[in-house]
């Protein structure tokens, strides 16, 4: 005989009260700034979160106000391979893919090392947010070495490896991420698609969308040698890009804790995950970077 029973628990929960979502990402060098402005919802509702217009975003460096994004439309494209010409050069056709509403602010010159940069966004009935960020320095990096088909990946493929060495500045925390795209041309127009990397270098974790993070817990002040594995590439007609860049803690514990939260995505046996935020009163992430790129031809 088997017997079971069971007990009716009503959790209540309690009203939420949206907050504002700020995403902003700076790389260094940029001449613009952009940032998008949407509003957080329950965990129960069942609408979009729609973006917010009609706010007033402020840029200041050093508490010195440097501007106000004006509001725009930013269009993102895709490029779709078609064939190859009589050369064997890749073809591509290009391809709109989405409109996205944002906030945009021209600079005078680009964002500087070594200032404190502080980002503010007020609208009616919200409570006002803002974020605060520095620039990190650029990198130092040794010798890059290119090596087709020379490893295996996790699942025992053969993979082509880029090697190259980290020259860290010591007395304070670092945070480094690295992505690898192929493709003709440049990435600015498209022509790239990013590529799913692998790492055995130890303290070497896996980020959102292909991308891989680190932290120089482990090498503080050191020079540290890293190894990135990618599936075989004929660069014949091709290159390959390897950004390397120098990022905030705020964008490392973002990157972490966003991979971990779509890990988890609709399991109802895992813990919740919170993915970070250093946006003060409100969701999302203001973040800078600085980026090297290399390419093999």
Request: hydrophobic fraction near 35%; charge should be negative; glycine fraction near 8%.
């Amino acid at each position: 005989m088997v017997m079971a029973c069971e007990q009716v628990v009503e959790i209540d929960i309690p009203d939420h009260e949206s907050q504002l979502v700020l995403s902003s990402f700076y790389e260094a060098g940029d001449s613009s700034i952009t940032a998008y402005l949407t509003k957080s919802i329950g965990i129960l509702d069942d609408e979009d979160s729609d973006d917010v217009w009609g706010a007033t975003i402020n840029l200041y460096e050093n508490d010195m106000f440097i501007g106000q994004f004006k509001e725009r439309a930013d269009t993102t494209y895709r490029f779709d391979l078609l064939g190859f010409d009589h050369n064997g050069h890749p073809v591509f056709q290009e391809e709109f893919t989405n409109i996205f509403p944002c906030y945009h602010l021209n600079l005078s010159t680009p964002l500087e090392q070594g200032k404190t940069y502080k980002i503010t966004a007020e609208v009616s009935d919200y409570v006002g947010i803002s974020a605060i960020q520095q620039l990190p320095a650029i990198l130092n990096i040794g010798t890059v070495t290119y090596l087709p088909v020379s490893g295996f990946s996790l699942n025992g493929y053969l993979m082509d490896v880029l090697q190259f060495t980290l020259e860290d500045v010591g007395g304070k925390d670092d945070y480094y991420e690295f992505k690898v795209y192929s493709g003709n041309g440049s990435i600015s127009n498209a022509n790239f698609y990013p590529r799913y990397i692998e790492s055995y270098t130890l303290g070497i974790e896996q980020g959102k969308f292909g991308m891989l993070l680190l932290n120089d817990d482990l090498f503080d002040g050191n020079t540290y040698d890293i190894e990135l594995l990618i599936r075989p590439e004929d660069t014949t007609y091709s290159e390959i890009h390897i950004e390397i860049s120098s990022i905030s803690r705020d964008k490392y514990l973002f990157a972490k804790s966003l991979e971990a939260y779509y890990n988890v995505e609709e399991n109802p046996f895992a813990e919740p995950v919170i993915v970070h935020t250093n946006i003060e009163n409100g969701q999302g992430i203001f973040s800078m970077e600085n980026k090297t790129e290399i390419i093999i031809e």
